[in-house]
């Protein structure tokens, strides 16, 4: 089974590229731990349903929804044929990433909060995010831990509820 290009985009940010010390523009990377969260989308729940749905429970935990990439019509626009669906959807804590990011400057690499839903190669569809991996957050303050931890959270809820269509 051949892997999305999302998932590709997501993994290549195990590798994140940092502002070097020196002034002669050479990349410097640090490695760092992602989690790729996956859900498959209940059969009877559309994609819209998918959508609406993620959308409304990111409202109920007080995310803030920044932003939408519906990459299927670009592709439907570049090629002049029907794509199957996928969309990438930001969320934000804009507290919770201030904190993180005054912690760590390279968790900025996680903002804002990513979910995608798409439909692959068998027609499956799917709900698929980048979570941060637990071993950087033990690196945060404790209330600044507390706070991603809590954004981690959410967002496992919501890729639940939009894999079963809660609205």
């Not at 002669?24 to 996956?38: E, F, G, N, P």
Request: with cysteine.
């Amino acid at each position: 089974m051949r892997k999305p290009r999302l998932v590709f985009a997501l993994l290549c940010l195990l590798w994140l590229p940092t502002l070097p010390a020196s002034a002669d523009s050479t990349l410097a990377y640090v490695k760092m731990q992602v989690q790729i969260a996956r859900v498959e989308i209940q059969a009877d729940v559309s994609f819209d349903d998918a959508a609406d749905s993620l959308k409304l429970r990111a409202n109920q935990h007080n995310l803030k929804f920044v932003g939408g990439s519906p990459l299927y019509k670009e592709i439907e626009a570049l090629t002049g044929k029907p794509a199957r669906r996928m969309e990438i959807f930001s969320f934000c804590d804009a507290t919770t990433a201030l904190q993180m990011a005054e912690a760590n400057p390279l968790t900025i690499s996680f903002m804002p909060c990513r979910i995608a839903l798409l439909e692959d190669m068998q027609g499956k569809r799917w709900v698929v995010s980048m979570l941060m991996d637990e071993d950087l957050f033990r690196e945060l303050p404790d209330e600044t831990r507390k706070n991603a931890v809590r954004v981690m959270e959410f967002m496992k809820d919501m890729m639940l509820a939009a894999a079963r269509g809660d609205l």
